[in-house]
């Protein structure tokens, strides 16, 4: 495998590695708040991702937002096809790990750099579960 | 880090107790081990958000699996505002399907020995936990009231976390279980003048926004009045929704905050705010209320207590709503009872006003379509938490004062 130079690290991690298309996202998210979990676009008005499409996206955000909804919304979007491979986090909530959880998807939280320094939105990248990295493919 | 656990975890972990609980511990040794959870704590009250509009088909029928299985609840739980009035499901124009998957799913939570209070201010309302309790709650605003006013300790639990807990009887002792995390992370000098439940809100908003993150716990001093508890409701949902917050300190209200140097148990504070009358000011000079025309005007998220129905129902007695406004109040099943035996509701609906039980506004199912089948642009209310959660279904949010909002009723323009 082709593994990139840039990578980061993280402290915690829930699920499989797992690899696709990131998107950098410089505002927080709620499944609640933010998407249509009918379509998977992120419809807030004004959301820096709005018209954005998250199905099989790696999705990084900064933070979590509160909404306890997010819990089932995960499992629910899961189901119709639509959810992201993975979702990262500068700062997440219990919501947001119980919802991955319950769902069986990839989530990571606390990097060690920004991953805007090392990633922009259309990049392939690798989550490593093994190893708490996650670096650029290409 | 794994957890330890004790005999009777193993023992459900191994499948002692049925596939079910075993599910259910597995989930919560993951979220645990995320978060560096060391031991679970038992629970005696959990608090679950579960409706048709979250959970989906699929959630149902997780739901309806479990039924099957005669699966139980092992610990009283109840659950959170939900997604239909079923009264006024077909006046608004929600799904017949999913008013009929929505009974079904009653149902099974009941099935499964639920307590169906479909109340988000379970605080105000059902159950009281003492100081030092552990708890499992779900929606945000029942959390940061218990950790914070009550000194109870509980985590964000969403929906299947708390079911889990109820299967479990424990959570993961993490977060706010935790005396480290309890611990203030910085200081707001509140200097301005709070006088209606929205200027505590904004106050939320705009400390909320400048901190987003679970773990931040602002320390709140300089408060010159004695907050009731619908002022802490409304502060604590703002802080929860705008700052995904689940703990606040209050310099001689909140039980863990006599000063600030307790409050903040020997943390530096990353951060000194100040607020402002000008600052809560410019939080409802923000708005920008499009056309001015007033089509909603919503007083929910949460739920009202009876004092604020009582206040709405004297703030509209006599009065007619505009012809041009609809306005929604939302409570649980407690207080609209007591509201219909006072009158309060009457006064409200003679004005033209709605009130609905059992739901919060923004949770609606097909909300987006009923505004756009209703022609709604404009929502004003005093909750700052609603002014954020729906936006998602596309309206224009206006926070306003309860006074204002009741004058935007009924002259149908945003002042």
């Known amino acids: 495998m082709n593994t990139g130079s840039k990578s980061l690290s993280l402290r915690s991690i829930f699920g499989p590695s797992v690899e696709g298309e990131a998107v950098i996202s410089a505002e927080g998210f709620s499944p609640r708040y933010d998407l249509n979990r009918w379509t998977g676009e992120i419809t807030k008005p004004g959301h820096k991702l709005e018209g954005l499409t998250i199905t099989d996206k790696i999705l990084f955000f900064p933070t979590a937002k509160g909404g306890v909804a997010a819990g089932w919304a995960f499992y629910d979007i899961l189901h119709k096809r639509i959810a992201p491979k993975a979702l990262v986090f500068g700062k997440t909530n219990p919501v947001m790990v ?8 990839t989530i990571a939280a606390e990097l060690s750099d920004l991953p805007e320094n090392l990633f922009k939105t259309g990049d392939t990248v690798r989550i490593d579960a093994e190893r708490k990295v996650i670096e650029l493919l290409c | 880090m794994t957890m330890k656990l004790t005999n009777e975890e193993k023992a459900m972990l ?34 679950m958000m579960g409706d048709i509009e979250v959970m989906g088909d699929a959630g149902l029928a997780f739901l309806k699996d479990l039924v099957s299985a005669q699966v139980k609840c092992m610990t009283p739980l109840t659950t959170n505002a939900r997604c239909m009035d079923f009264a006024l499901a077909e006046m608004l124009g929600q799904d017949s399907g999913a008013v009929k998957q929505e009974h079904e799913l009653i149902a099974c939570l009941r099935e499964m020995n639920a307590i169906t209070t479909d109340t988000c201010i379970n605080y105000q309302s059902v159950y009281q936990p003492h100081f030092g309790e552990h708890v499992a709650w779900g929606d945000t605003g029942t959390v940061i009231y218990a950790n914070s006013v009550f000194g109870a300790r509980s985590n964000f639990e969403s929906g299947p976390a708390a079911l889990a807990a109820a299967l479990t009887g424990r959570t993961p002792a993490y977060g706010f279980h935790l005396d480290q995390h309890r611990k203030g992370t910085f200081v707001v000098n509140v200097e301005a003048t709070l006088t209606d439940l929205a200027d505590w ?3 939320g908003k705009i400390v909320g926004e400048a901190h987003q993150d679970y773990f931040s716990v602002p320390v709140f001093d300089g408060i010159r009045t004695s907050p009731t508890s619908d002022e802490l409701k409304h502060l604590g949902t703002s802080l929860a929704s705008y700052g995904s917050m689940g703990m606040f300190h209050m310099v001689g209200v909140t039980p863990e905050a006599p000063d600030v140097e307790t409050a903040l148990g020997g943390n530096k504070p990353i951060d000194i705010l100040t607020v402002r009358d000008r600052d809560i000011e410019a939080v409802y000079a923000g708005y920008d209320p499009k056309d001015g025309n007033c089509g909603l ?15 709405i129902a ?34 409200i609906e003679d004005a033209g006003g709605i009130v609905m039980e059992g739901v919060c506004f923004y949770l609606l199912q097909n909300l987006s379509q009923i505004r756009e089948a209703r022609g709604w642009q404009n929502l004003v209310s005093n909750s700052a ?9 596309r309206f224009n949010t206006i926070l306003r004062r309860t006074e204002d909002c009741i004058e935007c009723a009924l002259s149908g323009r945003i002042s």
């Open chain 2, 314 to 347: 004297e703030l509209l007695d006599g009065k007619r709503i505009s012809s041009d406004t609809q306005l929604f109040v939302t409570t649980n099943k407690e207080f609209k009872t007591l509201a219909d035996d006072f009158g309060y509701t009457r006064n």
């Open chain 2, 297 to 311: 005007v919503v007083f929910s998220g949460p739920q009202l207590s009876l004092y604020e129905l009582k206040r």
């Open chain 2, 201 to 203: 809100g904004a106050l």
């Open chain 2, 14 to 47: 191994a499948g002692e107790s049925g596939p079910a609980v075993q599910r259910a511990l597995q989930e919560q040794i993951s979220v645990g081990e995320f978060f560096g959870a060391e031991t679970f704590v038992p629970v005696k009250n959990v608090h």
């Open chain 2, 385 to 393: 938490k609603i002014v954020n959660t729906i936006t998602a279904h």
């Open chain 1, 98 to 105: 119980q919802g991955a959880v319950f769902a069986d998807m």
